[in-house]
């Protein structure tokens, strides 16, 4: 089974709308973490925001905020007030914290956003 | 400023040779990742470091070799058994404390076989 699934190729967004890029995990750890990252053109991965297992709020950070549902494991990424630079592909990713196999990482395929003027 | 250098960032082989992809990092992160990304996918893992002079495979290790002689070092070699080499190539790095590490990534590296 898939770790990270997102469903969603491409998704096409006007300027100053909010938009939610869709993310769901797969895992039996009890301790984990979710992130995103955004891929520009350029192929730089940059961290956007982290949420742990454990976390009682929502992370935010800025423009973005994770939106977590652990009874759904799900760990959707929104992005408010969209701006051009917006335009990239958007990871989700998850880290189990295994005491047998230390930290693993999964990636999802990714979402390709653009942002419309 | 601390972060991750990716050598060279763009490289082309020719088929039968094996080439090495640099990685450094200064922050001072016991654990470096190799990851390889083909157009519109996501990541895949090629080799794991954890601490010196110890590294495990990945998901895609066949054709891949590593070395972890110093922490601050993680060279990916991309030999000639490797049939499908041509790719862009991440390297990463984190703290190894659980519940609180993140992936650093480098700017990375584009290989293209001629």
Redesign the interface.
Known sequence: AQK?TQTQPGMFVQEKEAVTLDCTYDTSDP?Y?L?W?KQPS????I?LI?Q?S?DQQNATEGRYSLNFQKARKSANLVISASQLGDSAMY?C?M?E?NTYT??Q?Y????TSLTVIP | DGGITQSPKYLFRKEGQNVTLSCEQNLNHDAMYWYRQDPGQGLRLIYYSQIVNDFQKGDIAEGYSVSREKKESFPLTVTSAQKNPTAFYLCASSITVPEANVLTFGAGSRLTVL
């Open positions: 990270i301790s973490g992130f990252y350029s192929g730089e991965m961290f982290y742990g454990y990871f990713a880290r914290d230390g930290n990482f990636f999802g395929t990714g």
